[in-house]
């Protein structure tokens, strides 16, 4: 595993998380929240793909 692939491992989680933080404080609504998951696994699955 690269050094890429390993960043993508650890930063992918690490900003659903985030997301999901927000929804519960309000800050996102749920629709945000699905957008902002689907397009970070889906780049993340690109990248590491790629590579």
């Known amino acids: 595993m690269t050094d890429a692939q390993t960043g993508l491992s650890i930063a992918t989680p690490v900003i659903v998380i985030f997301a999901i933080a927000l929804y519960r404080m309000g800050v996102l609504q749920r629709a945000g929240v699905i957008s902002a998951v689907i397009a970070t696994v889906g780049i993340a699955a ?3 793909l790629q590579r």
């Open 46 to 48: 690109s990248l590491f």
